[in-house]
């Protein structure tokens, strides 16, 4: 059975970081990732993404200051956020394509159940 389990996030001072994980469990492996971030009377954001060749894009207001990275022999995926600023608050949630097991290979995508990062002095 295939599962997603989003875990991190928390609360922290201006400044600060903090690691959201997103662990597959029942899958070959991980293709790629996308991460979004929803705030309270905002659009969704696309703030960070990883393709399947693990080359990396982020979004304006938030490069030098998050990374993305895969493990492969652990099937998760992370968002570290550095240099956290008030406006970094958010439900942050990843979206990740997964390749199921053999024999079928067969690609799905799935969906964190979102985790709230919050910066407040």
């Not at 997103?22 to 993404?49: D, H, M």
Request: some cysteine.
């Amino acid at each position: 059975q295939v599962q997603l389990l989003e875990s991190g996030g928390g609360l922290v001072a201006p400044g600060g970081s903090l690691r959201v994980a997103c662990a597959t469990s029942g899958v070959f492996g991980i293709n790629s990732v996308n991460w979004y971030r929803q705030s309270p009377g905002k659009e969704r954001e696309l703030v960070a993404e990883m393709d399947s060749h693990s080359k990396t894009n982020y979004a304006d207001s938030v490069v030098g200051r998050f990374t993305t990275s895969k493990d492969n022999a652990k099937n998760t995926v992370y968002l570290d956020l550095n240099n956290l600023k008030a406006e970094d608050t958010a439900v942050y949630l990843c979206n990740v394509e997964v390749i199921g097991l053999p024999p079928r290979f067969q690609m799905s995508k799935l969906w964190g159940q979102g985790i709230q990062v919050a910066v407040s002095i």
